[in-house]
């Protein structure tokens, strides 16, 4: 009986030592997206999107809770596609942006020609492994914008 309750203490010592260093860390910034100009003074409910026509402006805000570790930041942009039984990934945009480490946020904006599902991450140079903050979005349309004229796929 002694042999079985030890059992039962040491199997549920286990799993709380396990969730605990397993626990999901709280996201170290956020990320806003839009196709308006995005600021920290102008956030609403109302302009953000998740999902774009080929060719839009993806508008994002990176928004951290205390200021930028680096002057550097990585923005890199997935593309995931479901093809059973995997999945595709793709990285379709990458850039290095300088920032201000003074500021808690940045904005920018880039394009995307290609319908999918895609997902959106930000890293510190301090740390590639984990990123800042992800966001997910797709892109849909069968006619693309470039310049101002319209094209059909």
Request: with cysteine.
């Amino acid at each position: 009986m002694k042999k079985n309750i030890f059992i039962l203490i040491l199997i549920l010592s286990a799993t709380f030592l396990l969730g605990w260093v397993w626990k999901k860390k709280e996201p170290k910034a956020f990320i806003f997206l839009s196709d308006e100009i995005i600021t920290p003074s102008n956030i609403s409910a109302k302009v953000l999107r998740k999902v774009y026509d080929a060719g839009d402006r993806i508008n994002y805000l990176i928004l951290k809770k205390e200021e930028f570790e680096t002057d550097q930041i990585r923005l890199q942009v997935i593309k995931v596609e479901p093809k059973f039984p995997f999945y595709k990934v793709e990285i379709v945009y990458t850039k290095d942006l300088e920032i201000d480490t003074r500021k808690n946020f940045f904005f920018d904006y880039f394009c995307l020609h290609q319908e999918g599902q895609y997902i959106l991450r930000v890293f510190e140079y301090t740390d590639f492994n984990r990123p800042l903050a992800e966001g997910f979005f797709k892109v849909e349309s069968d006619v693309y914008k470039l310049d101002g004229k319209e094209f059909k796929q």
